[in-house]
Nanobody
Framework: VQLQASGGGLVQAGGSLRLSCTASGIMFWIDTMGWYRQAAGKQRELVARLTRGRDANYADSVEGRFTISRDNAKNTAYLEMNSLKTEDTAVYYC?????????WGQGTQVTVSS
């Protein structure tokens, strides 16, 4: 299983970015897809996750600004990030859970400048 994330980059505060994460080599039913992030010197934290049944969870810090979606036919998850703040700067990791196992992507850097 491989997860390929893309869409990170440098953006000014108040701007938007869209992250994508596509899974390949999938031979099982994907339950959850989502995103974690890790800022320098901090622990990795959940940003958003979406179950196959379309139940979404968001970190309080991104609620109302970020939207997660997925295309099950394409094994792809998206994270639409709006009204970005400098504190959103981090490496964002996509993951998926299937057959009781978590799989992780390589991470994509998001930098929000003031």
């Amino acid at each position: 299983v491989q997860l390929q994330a893309s869409g990170g980059g440098l953006v000014q505060a108040g701007g938007s970015l869209r992250l994508s994460c596509t899974a390949s080599g999938i031979m099982f039913w994907i339950d959850t897809m989502g995103w974690y992030r890790q800022a320098a010197g901090k622990q990795r934290e959940l940003v958003a996750r979406l179950t196959r049944g379309r139940d979404a969870n968001y970190a309080d810090s991104v609620e109302g600004r970020f939207t997660i979606s997925r295309d099950n036919a394409k094994n792809t998850a998206y994270l639409e990030m709006n009204s970005l703040k400098t504190e959103d700067t981090a490496v964002y990791y996509c993951y998926l859970r299937g057959s009781g196992i978590n799989y992780w992507g390589q991470g994509t850097q998001v930098t929000v400048s003031s």
